[in-house]
């Protein structure tokens, strides 16, 4: 159902959250983003692999909306999703500390405890019977086993599965502790997870309570990318099939900032957000269960001095992705958005299509089509854009 919230992000152009909203209005779902269902979330990342890929269009083009797709598809497959804007302040681009925070605060803990514990019934035997109602170690109990017997089992069991989780030890220390404190009181329960949650996201904890879930590692700019190989380690074992990483604004690297005059990024800074890149691309076969998509205007690529072409290390390794041609390649790492658009233009007639899918949509959502006295409705030049704009701004509640 169409939200208000997801009108006000129409009117803005931009994409909305609601699943059946962003499948209908999509064009052209089978000319890319069933081909990365298909071939990466279906098999390739599911199987451990770990991949790159960059989306590069004009402002309107469709980039947010694709990234979207690809996080609609990848939470129904079953993959952790963490998704966000380079145009948030509080956030640079970096800093492989900042971005491994900026993942783990994406991480719902209470739900990944859940998900831990329901694997170790399986790993335990309870499989048949486990509904998360009830603990491992209730369930033993209840059973008939004694209660100090059952303990045992249950703590022997737990380092066992812990063991054979490929973990360093911080975050072995983590998942154990997240187990463990199913023997304990519900208020004991809940503050030890809320301790483990704070480390896992990287946040400064005393020495009593780093005790009390025996993680003593602290995150820094030597472990940042072992901790992040770490988070996925953990979200496989927890039962999803890896981590989906989507990145929007990544234009943000050139931009000024209208309020200062001044770059977004220093040079150095640029440096950095490319190395970081480069090293993500070049650990792909080190790296598992991760997939990474970057969005961003032409200018992410082309800029000369603050773009990926300043930084000959990884521009090596992205332009042959790059075809030259009017030709969209459907699995190049460098995505051309534009040249996907072209597709779409051959196929529909985009904006009646679009138009006719929105006001199907809005209908059904209870709203009607009203002219409204003295409205400006925005233009950006955009066909996909100012078509969305111009239909969700003539939206009325009926």
């Known amino acids: ?46 199987e451990g692999g770990s991949k790159v890929k960059i989306l590069i269009g004009k402002e ?26 380079l145009r948030q302040d509080f956030f640079k681009f970096n800093d492989m500390v900042s971005l491994y925070r900026m993942i783990a605060e994406g991480i719902d803990v209470k739900a990944l405890s859940q998900d831990l514990a329901r694997q170790f019934a399986i790993f335990m035997g309870y499989q048949d019977v486990y509904d998360g109602t009830k603990t491992v170690y209730e369930m033993m109990v209840e059973e008939g086993i004694p209660v100090n017997e059952a303990k045992r089992e249950f703590i022997k069991g ?53 005790s009390r879930i025996q993680a003593f590692e602290k995150l820094n700019k030597g472990n940042a990318r072992s901790w992040l190989d770490a988070l996925v380690k953990v979200l496989v074992l927890a039962g999803r099939r890896g981590l989906v990483l989507l990145i929007d604004d990544g ?14 990024y220093t040079p150095g800074a640029v440096k950095d957000v490319c190395e970081m890149i480069r090293q993500f691309i070049d650990d792909g076969d080190i790296l598992r269960h991760l997939f990474i998509v970057l969005a961003g205007r032409p200018e992410m690529l082309e800029d ?62 209870g709203f009607k089509r009203k002219m409204k006295k003295g409205i400006k409705i925005p233009q950006t030049g955009s066909i996909l854009k100012d078509t969305v704009m111009e239909v969700a701004w003539l939206a009325t509640r009926e």
Request: proline share 3%; charged share 30%; net charge negative.
């Open 1 to 46: 159902m169409l939200t208000e919230r997801d009108l006000a992000c129409l009117q803005e152009g931009k994409p909305p959250s609601d699943p059946q909203v962003l499948g209908e209005m999509t064009l052209g779902y089978e000319l890319w983003p069933s081909l990365v269902k298909e071939h990466y979330l279906d098999f390739f990342i599911k």
């Open 60 to 85: 309107g083009s469709g980039k947010s909306h694709l990234l979207k797709l690809i996080e609609l598809d990848a939470r129904q497959q079953g993959y952790e999703t963490v998704s966000f804007s």
């Open 158 to 210: 737990a380092a066992s599965f812990v063991k054979k989780a490929d973990l360093p030890p911080g975050f072995k220390s983590f998942v154990y502790s997240m187990l463990k404190a199913m023997l304990e009181s519900e208020e004991e329960c809940e503050a030890i997870l809320a301790i483990a949650g704070e480390w896992l996201k990287g946040k400064n904890l005393n020495r009593n309570e780093r």
């Open 251 to 264: 234009e943000v690297i050139t931009d000024i900032n209208p309020e200062t005059g001044r770059h977004y």
């Open 304 to 365: 000369m001095k603050r773009g990926f072409k300043s930084y000959e290390a990884l521009w090596m390794r992205i332009q042959s992705g790059l075809t030259g041609i009017e030709r969209f390649n459907s699995l190049a790492d460098v995505v051309e958005v534009d040249k996907y658009f072209n597709l779409l233009l051959k196929k529909y007639e985009v904006k009646n299509e679009l138009n006719m899918r929105l006001q199907t949509v809005l209908r059904e959502a």
